[in-house]
């Protein structure tokens, strides 16, 4: 079964520049509303990693203390059958003018495909009691300087 994907933006990132989502002419109506929400969940594509290799790539050792290897459906990592990224950020505000929305942060490269934009919905985006395995915990503030 094959699947087509069309972007729906690109990641607009530029050094000492807040980042913007700059959204398609044809796709901008679809973020009526979107101001109404603190937060998005924003699917993006690793293009920059997109190669024969990452996506045969199955296992990996994940970037943290102490992890063991792990199977890409343990982890985070970029490569993968299918190199969908997923992101949830902060919307700053929104730039009508340039049909752009503005985030607090993304660990996507500058002209990077944004696939899909949601909104975050704490009653049913949230799990308070996950788990994680140990070398998961704490994540955060060990890569927060």
């Keep these: 079964m094959t699947f087509t994907i069309s972007p729906v933006g690109i990641v607009d990132k530029k050094e000492g520049q807040p980042i913007r989502l700059r959204i398609n002419p044809e796709h901008w109506p679809g973020t009526l509303h979107v101001d109404k929400f603190s937060h998005l969940h924003i699917i993006w594509w690793a293009t920059g990693l997109d190669t024969p290799e990452n996506r045969k790539n199955l296992q990996g050792v994940p970037p943290c203390e102490e992890a063991p290897l792990s199977g890409v459906f343990a982890s985070r990592s970029p490569t993968r059958p299918n190199l969908l990224c997923l992101t949830i950020s902060e919307l700053i505000a929104i730039d009508e003018d340039e049909?752009?929305?503005?985030?607090?942060?993304?660990?996507?490269?500058?002209?990077?495909?944004?696939?899909?934009?949601?909104?975050?919905?704490?009653?049913?985006?949230?799990?308070?009691?996950?788990?994680?395995?140990?070398?998961?915990?704490?994540?955060?503030?060990?890569?927060?300087?």
């Design 99 to 145: 049909m752009a929305l503005v985030i607090d942060h993304m660990d996507a490269h500058d002209e990077t495909p944004i696939i899909d934009i949601k909104p975050y919905l704490p009653s049913s985006d949230r799990v308070d009691d996950a788990k994680v395995p140990p070398w998961f915990q704490n994540l955060k503030q060990r890569y927060t300087v």
